[in-house]
């Protein structure tokens, strides 16, 4: 199983638009945060986990060249602004739609958002098409098993993703965008080969991990390997891996993790 690390920054992205007082080095390009997204492949799937409004530079960066499946974590503009890039995808699939898998929100949020495209087949070549799919406790997928739980994120409830590879056992754990990690979501990823979770900065925030606080879910989840997403510019890259545990580092865009 990989995954790729696709985007790693915040909503803002990094560095951010018409502001000069960056925290973190930007003469290291592991700094530079576009908004978060991520690709697995497990058991010869490719599972695409959110659109970010980079998606297509994000794709060709990362020579993503096919896409099975999609799930939307939650409908914020930085995780859905992107679906529209993948029309090229469904042209690679006859022209058929792809199965968007997400919560009554983020489904709810895509119809919204592209009402031309909620169909079984694109109208024309070269259009998009989403066959829209309510995801439940698990998502059964040739070689993939798919535990979701949910995750409070302010008033939205967003979707933790595992990820279970049949002919490996291998977990990998998606946590992104989250205040908390319940019972449920901790329960599911305990002794994961691989656990991404939220850190937006240092400082308290009323919707997002802090750094210490993601550091104590990974302690109490037993992860052998954590990589910490979604982070703000004070979060630098050099810093953090002098001040984290060997096996516990930032994320950052075009990084491949294999299980």
Request: charged share 20%.
């Amino acid at each position: 199983m990989e995954l790729i690390f696709l985007g790693t920054g915040t909503s803002q992205g990094v560095p951010m638009i018409a502001f000069h007082e960056h925290k973190c080095d930007l003469n290291n390009p592991k700094n530079w945060r576009t908004r978060t997204s991520a690709h697995v492949i497990a058991a010869g799937l490719h599972i695409q986990i959110d659109a970010a409004p980079e998606f297509r530079l994000q794709c060709i960066s990362n020579k993503i060249e096919k896409i099975d499946y999609f799930i939307l974590t939650h409908g914020h503009s930085d995780h859905v602004m992107g679906m529209d890039d993948l029309r090229r995808f469904c042209d690679q699939r006859d022209s058929s739609a792809i199965d968007v898998y997400s919560t009554d929100e983020g489904l709810n949020r895509v119809a919204e958002i592209y009402p031309y495209a909620i169909m079984d087949k694109p109208r024309y070549k070269g259009y998009p098409a989403f066959r829209l799919n309510l995801i439940g406790d698990t998502l059964e997928l040739p070689g993939v098993t798919i535990h979701t739980t949910l995750m409070p994120h302010g008033s939205l409830q967003v979707l933790g993703l595992l990820f279970h590879e049949h002919g490996t056992g291998h977990r990998l754990a998606y946590y992104t965008d989250c205040k908390d990690v319940p019972s449920r979501a901790r329960k599911l990823a305990h002794g994961c080969e691989v656990m991404v979770l939220d850190a937006l900065r240092y400082e308290e925030h009323p919707t997002h991990l802090t750094l210490n606080e993601a550091l104590a879910v990974s302690a109490e989840c037993g992860a052998q390997r954590t990589f910490l997403t979604h982070m703000t510019h004070h979060m630098d890259y050099d810093v953090l891996c002098k001040r984290l545990p060997a096996h516990i580092r930032p994320a950052y865009d075009g990084l491949r993790v294999s299980t």
